[in-house]
């Protein structure tokens, strides 16, 4: 396949999740009063699938690469909605050891996102760029990692907002969830820039 067609293919398989993620939510799949396995497996079931094809595939490889870095960066502008885990962290609705980590994280990626993109987004400042990414990267591994734990019954019993994120995170609907997918695909990609050669990287940046 062409790099089209591998286009149309990862906005099929985006929308086919979009569809699992709305169709699982309202059916309370990540619901759970124990360890929510479910949500562990929503959240590495879609990383791990683009790892084992972006390294068996050299035409998909191909695709993921050819896309422009300060294009996928922009994106990432997004997550300055993180502030509303601040907003419900004030109104006692979630946990402050989920969501002042998680909020704040977010909204530091989103807003420097532009600034990335514009100003670091060359080969003279790739060095920066990559370092920005795996922040991005570690911020979104911190998020999910504490969600998981802190949603878990064991631990949210006595924990102020415990039972709101259990209740945030398992019964809300599923736009939050597709656009950490959509994430998560555009900073595998970028995460792959780390294996570029200088000259494949300043090439693909106009």
């Given at each position: 396949?062409?790099?089209?067609?591998?286009?149309?293919?990862?906005?099929?398989?985006?929308?086919?999740?979009?569809?699992?993620a709305l169709s699982a939510s309202a059916l309370h799949v990540f619901k759970t009063d124990l360890l929510p396995v479910a949500l562990g497996l929503a959240v590495t079931i879609p990383i791990v699938a683009f790892l084992l094809w972006f390294a068996t595939s050299a035409a998909f490889r191909q695709f993921a690469l050819s896309l422009n870095p300060r294009t996928l960066t922009f994106v990432q502008s997004w997550r300055v909605a993180?502030?509303?885990?601040?907003?419900?962290?004030?109104?006692?609705?979630?946990?402050?050891?989920?969501?002042?980590?998680?909020?704040?994280?977010?909204?530091?990626?989103g807003a420097t996102a532009p600034l990335v993109a514009i100003k670091l987004g060359n080969f003279n400042h790739r060095r920066g760029f990559i370092f920005w990414q795996i922040l991005g990267i570690s911020d979104l591994v911190m998020a999910v990692t504490l969600g998981t734990i802190a949603s878990a019954s064991w631990f949210t019993h006595g924990v102020p907002g415990g039972a709101g994120l259990r209740k945030a995170i398992y019964e809300s609907k599923s736009a939050p969830a597709i656009l950490s997918r959509v994430e998560e695909f555009f900073e595998a990609r970028l995460c792959?820039?780390?294996g570029l050669s200088c000259a494949n990287f300043e090439a693909e940046l106009p």
């Open positions: 396949m062409n790099n089209a067609s591998y286009g149309r293919v990862t906005a099929g398989l985006i929308a086919v999740w979009f569809v699992f993180g502030f509303t885990f601040l907003v419900l962290y004030a109104a006692g609705i979630l946990p402050g050891v989920f969501a002042l980590p998680a909020g704040l994280g977010d909204i530091a990626i792959g820039s780390v």
